[in-house]
């Protein structure tokens, strides 16, 4: 029987080359994505576009509430998605244990697929000051998900597959063309508005515009 993956997929770059990648490995994949009161919902549009494109499994959209603390400018109205500027202080896009939140739902569910792999699309290269991308993080939750679940316990744990975690945007990006992933697809903007159209200013999106270009290769991103 083929292997069967979780794949995190918020509908950007990274999560998409992980479920191509994962989709190429042999993994029938099961997808799962997060409204979390994020301003950017229209990647969960995208997300649902790739995961038909990939025809996973199935794709689970869990609703969650940890955007009604406030505190980070992704889910708060009252703090403005700032410009990039390549400081390497944790900026205000950061998320309160966002990653913890959905790697642990993703634990849940991989347990009841019978999963034996979860693949989450973060970077320690590219990765903006976010202390939940580190390698030390993911080193300290596969040692936590080893002692949680029945699966670990009994010798056949999932494991955390972090595979885009040393790459930069632009190694990313020729992995997933290597791999026919359609950028145009994917949203990755932190304030990208209805229609999908990015900002061209977020951190998220210059480090995008930055892979394309040192990639060689065209830009789909639409901009507003």
């Known amino acids: 029987m083929k292997k069967t993956a979780v794949v995190l997929l918020s509908g950007g ?9 994962a989709a ?10 997060f409204d979390y009161g994020q301003r950017h919902r229209v990647e969960l549009m995208q997300a649902k576009k790739i995961a038909a494109a990939y ?24 703090i403005a998605v700032p410009d990039y500027t390549g400081d390497e202080a944790i900026p205000v896009t950061y998320v309160p244990a966002r990653n913890t939140v959905f790697s642990s739902i993703a634990l849940g569910l991989a347990e009841v697929v019978e999963a034996e792999a979860i693949f989450i699309g973060i970077s320690s290269v ?5 202390p939940d991308c580190r390698p030390e ?12 679940t029945k699966a670990g316990i009994e010798g056949q744990g999932v494991k955390i597959e972090t595979p885009l975690s040393q790459l930069s945007k ?5 992995l997933g063309l290597s791999l026919g992933v359609d950028y145009g697809l994917t949203v990755s ?3 990208a508005n209805e229609q999908g159209q990015a900002c061209g200013r977020c ?18 991103t639409v901009y507003a």
């Open 189 to 191: 903007c932190y304030s």
């Open 170 to 174: 632009q190694q990313t990006i020729e």
């Open 13 to 21: 770059l990274d999560s998409t080359t992980c479920l191509a990648l």
């Open 203 to 220: 951190d998220s999106c210059v480090l995008r515009r930055e892979g394309f270009l040192a990639a060689g290769v065209a830009d789909p």
């Open 24 to 33: 190429s490995q042999g993994y029938r994949c099961v997808a799962l994505s």
């Open 137 to 148: 993080y993911i080193a300290a939750f596969q040692a936590m998900a080893d002692l949680a």
């Open 126 to 130: 590219d990765y903006s000051g976010y």
């Open 55 to 78: 025809q996973v499994l199935r794709h689970e959209v869990v609703n969650l509430s940890i955007g009604q603390f406030g505190g980070s400018a992704l889910t708060d109205d009252a």
